[in-house]
């Protein structure tokens, strides 16, 4: 697989679910905590021992302590982990500073800060995998839509009384991944209905350009149909339900992102979400029948009401149920699923969330 094309396949993955994550635990996760639950959902993006990102955004020190694991294990026999080693190392280095003759040996003070350090980095797994609910999906109380078949997905524990259910599903090898998409489904206390959010992530040129060809077309028209088009979107009957929103029921949205120079480069990603109903106000033309987004035109875009919302606030808003789509009755919704073939993920990496409480 060709090394830029995995990159950018890893990086349109984890700015996906990290933003999953954050409309979640109201707070963004680190990228290693974001690696690690990329890790437990698909294995073949986000090995440590394959993926570019975090082969590069992992400290030497975690990586040797990882493979002395892995070493250490095959010739025990049986399981050890990387943090029993750092453990042991950092008691060793405790015991030696105890004695009042070592107080000064500033060298050896660094190791243990290190050691600290490299525990932390590693403990971000540790933290992911005890947030796992332990426990089958075919029988948890909730039977919600989609997920209720328990097959591939995971539970995480937000809190007390709320838990996430998540399933990443791919395309069969990772190079044929052209795209990726988050569908956030945040149910009622009851479950009996849910808002549902999706978006489309596409990442700019090196001229922060997006040239629409037909391939960006088709998938931005599937997501209008699945989303706007299926009546997602319509301002409901409920009165009370249209006042309390803050924007308008949308439920599709298109987050453009900035392209990696290198598995090296600082992970930084920023930038608006559009509702992908609004994308033809953004939209120049190249030819005749041809279109492009750019990133300046976004910024500078004054037209009208309909403005892009900003990143950071997007993750709020819909944790908030101050965005997103109307409410939607959960049969209705597995019949939606179904009709347009949403999780379709014959060349798009599909985050499929729901946000639900448990009691």
């Not at 060793?92 to 190791?111: A, D, F, G, T, Y």
Request: proline content about 4%; overall charge negative; hydrophobic content about 35%.
């Amino acid at each position: 697989m060709d090394e830029g094309l995995r990159l950018d396949n890893e990086w349109l993955a984890t700015v996906a679910l990290r933003e999953g994550l954050t409309i979640a635990q109201d707070q963004p996760p680190t990228y290693l905590e974001t690696f690690a639950f990329g890790e437990l959902l698909y294995s073949d993006l986000f090995d440590p021992e394959t993926s570019l990102l975090r082969k590069n955004q992992e400290s030497r020190s975690a990586r040797e302590y990882r493979e002395m694991a892995k070493a250490e294990s095959t010739v025990e026999q049986k399981e050890i982990t990387a943090i029993e080693i750092v453990e042991r190392d950092i008691a060793r280095i405790n015991h030696l500073l105890s004695n009042k003759e070592n107080k000064n040996l500033p060298s050896l003070k660094q190791k243990h800060r290190q050691l600290h350090r490299v525990k932390d980095e590693l403990s971000s797994v540790i933290y992911v995998e005890n947030q796992i609910i332990d426990r089958d999906v075919n029988k948890v109380q909730r039977n919600l839509p989609i997920s209720g078949q328990g097959k591939d997905y995971k539970e995480f524990s937000l809190s007390d009384d709320r838990a996430l259910r998540i399933r990443l599903l791919h395309p069969n090898r990772p190079e044929h991944i052209t795209g990726a998409d988050l569908i956030y489904e945040l149910y009622s206390d009851f479950g009996d209905f849910a808002y549902i959010t999706a978006v489309q992530y596409k990442l700019w040129d090196e001229k922060d350009v997006l040239y629409m060809d037909d391939r960006i077309e088709s998938q931005i028209a599937k997501l209008k149909e699945n989303f706007c088009d299926s009546g997602l979107c319509e301002t409901p009957l409920y009165p009370k339900e249209a006042s309390s929103r803050l924007a308008s029921f949308c439920a599709a949205f298109l987050r453009m992102t900035n392209r990696l120079q290198s598995a090296e480069s600082k992970l930084i990603s920023t930038g608006e979400y559009i509702p992908v109903c609004k994308l033809g106000e953004f939209q120049k033309k190249t030819t005749a029948d041809k279109f492009k987004l750019t990133s300046k035109d976004i910024r500078e875009f004054k037209h009208g009401r309909t403005k892009p919302v900003p990143h950071g606030l997007f993750e709020e808003m819909v944790k908030g149920n101050m965005l997103g789509s109307r409410r939607v009755p959960v049969d209705e919704l597995e019949e939606i699923y179904k009709k347009f073939r949403i999780l379709d993920s014959s060349e798009k990496i599909i985050i499929h969330a729901q946000d639900y409480l448990t009691r």
